[in-house]
Nanobody, 122 residues
Framework: QVQLVESGGGMVQPGGSLRLSCAAS????????MAWYRQAPGKQREFVAS???????GYADSVKGRFTISRDNAKNTVYLQMNSLKLEDTAVYYC????????????????WGQGTQVTVSS
């Protein structure tokens, strides 16, 4: 069982930046990738970005060019650098451990963090 703990959320003005962290502990077994998702009030949870063990990354169109996902394998930590934040980026951001194959990320239904709130407000 893997445990995921997110941190780094907060409140920021439009155009600002935040960096989220997701620390993983425990065995991830055959899972070979991690990702960030977000859920805004009244909306479904949506994919934000993913990264494989080898560093292959993928992004939702809405965050391309503004967000950067990275990982430190020695620390078992995945990061999400968020720049040029917009009002519509406001959401609870969740970390997930999953599987990447055939050019797609497949989230594990079991391995979610507790979420961290990001609020973009003027």
């Amino acid at each position: 069982q893997v445990q995921l703990v997110e941190s780094g959320g907060g409140m920021v003005q439009p155009g600002g930046s935040l960096r989220l962290s997701c620390a993983a502990s425990g065995s991830i077994g055959s899972l070979n990738a991690m990702a960030w998702y977000r859920q805004a009030p009244g909306k479904q949870r949506e994919f934000v970005a993913s990264i494989t063990e080898g560093g292959r990354v993928g992004y939702a169109d809405s965050v391309k060019g503004r967000f950067t996902i990275s990982r430190d394998n020695a620390k078992n930590t995945v990061y999400l650098q968020m720049n040029s934040l917009k009002l519509e980026d406001t959401a609870v951001y969740y970390c997930n451990a999953g599987t990447y194959y055939s050019s797609s990320y497949y989230p594990s239904t079991r391995h979610w963090g507790q979420g961290t709130q990001v609020t973009v407000s003027s």
